[in-house]
């Protein structure tokens, strides 16, 4: 007999909602003739559009080349929660665990970031579906009350327009059982459609002169006398300049992968809720929504009135970014009970969409930079989190580098300072399962899982035994 959790998902598709749309634009060509180019882009996500459309906007008559191994957006820029936010390194209490001499920094630049990225979005006219409806922290249990009364001191601390709501009113902006409260953060969040911003800064880089080739995968890169020489399938490409924006697509550069980890997060998407049903769950802000689980899961509503539930990692061997096992309804199902018993107003909801994104996961869950033929090519990624904001940040920073101009972001950590290194296999995909399978049942069975979850914090990963 199956549960209702397996029954939900009997007819779901295993492919990103927000890539499943008939208005998706079509693909470019792939490059099949050698070209130079004075900045080569690797990877169509939005590290590589930020930066592209930055570098044409800061230069209008700089010769810019975007390459993509497959389409525009296909990674994980078309497959997150896409809650926005002003953290560029995993939140508030990450942020002060690694970076609190920099932190005002940090939060100033993180603001102004925010800020450019509504800018554009208005400037442009890009439809993306944003909602400046805020982001909201819900406590679960009683030492979840104790994290989110922490993280507000820093809010206030930092200027952020935040509430601190307790069990009773918490359930005035969304009924759970298992919510005890919730930190509100106003200002300067909310939530999109990634694959509709994605696609609007395709065309908007289009519009401003960027030449952009999808289906060309970058094969190897060596350096010349006057730049570097990326070969493709089908052609070659001579740039002054290379950006590697690729985050957890790392295997071609050992370097990175020692430093970064894919990480699958795992969201299941409902069916449009009715309106009795969207009633009965209170969300009338419509706020993003993450959790103070261990295992932590996220929510958010859509522009017509779907649920996105997400949060069940999962690791597989030797950093695969397209796992078989994903496309299917098995790794799934503990996540649609855990949605079920978060919003019972949804139990038995049947789930359209389920897949699985990349994280490129490193043991400080915030951008870092590495630099690669004497600084003429630099890479950076390993968002952990909150990627559709901080990336725009990261480009800005990663052009300054390669243009050598100023830029007041260049002396913090996260610019100069590194990761520390990953284990490599099978030790990698062996700590991994532990530590999913620890992180999954340690809020009820505790036991060995809280000296391990302490271990792999002390290693440098923020968890939280």
Known sequence: MHSNAELALAKTKFTPFWLDNPEKPDDEPKLKHDIE????????????LWAAVQAKENTPEKVVTLIEANSIAIGASGRPGAILST????????????????MAQLEQFGKQNLDAIRDTIEKYNIDCDVEWTGELTVAVGKNGVADIQSEYKLYREFGHDAELLDAQTIQQEIHSPLFKGGLWSKKRSGIINPAKLAWGLKQLALKLGVNIYEHTPMEESKKIPNGIKVTTPSAVIHASKVLLA????????????????????????????????????GW???????????????????????????GRLGYFFDNNTDPSYDKTASPY??????????????DGIKISHAWSGPIALTTRMAMHYQYFHDSK???????????????????????????EEDHPAKNL???????????????????????MYALDTCDKKRGWRIPWLKMVDAMGFPLKP
Do not use: C
């Open 246 to 281: 690729t985050n957890a697509f790392t295997k071609y550069k050992p370097k990175i992968s020692k430093r970064v980890a894919a990480i699958r997060d795992r969201i299941v998407m409902t069916e449009p809720l009715t309106e009795q049903q969207l009633k009965a769950l």
């Open 37 to 48: 180019t004075e900045l080569l882009i690797v990877g169509g996500g939005f590290t590589g």
């Open 333 to 346: 199902v503990k996540l649609v009970n855990t949605l079920y018993a978060t919003l019972p107003a949804l």
């Open 413 to 435: 950590s996260i610019t100069h300072k590194l990761p520390a290194w990953i284990p490599p296999e099978p030790f990698r995909w062996i700590g991994a399962k532990i530590t």
């Open 377 to 403: 090519m630099i890479y950076v990624g390993g968002y952990s989190g909150f990627g559709v904001t901080a990336s725009r940040f990261a480009a800005q920073v990663a052009l300054a580098i390669l243009n």
């Open 87 to 102: 953290s560029l390194v995993h939140g508030m209490t990450n942020a002060e665990r690694l970076f609190k001499s920099e």
């Open 284 to 310: 009338k802000n419509r706020q993003g929504i993450y959790d103070t689980r261990t295992q932590l899961n996220y929510m958010r509503l859509t522009k017509d009135n779907r649920v996105l539930f997400g």
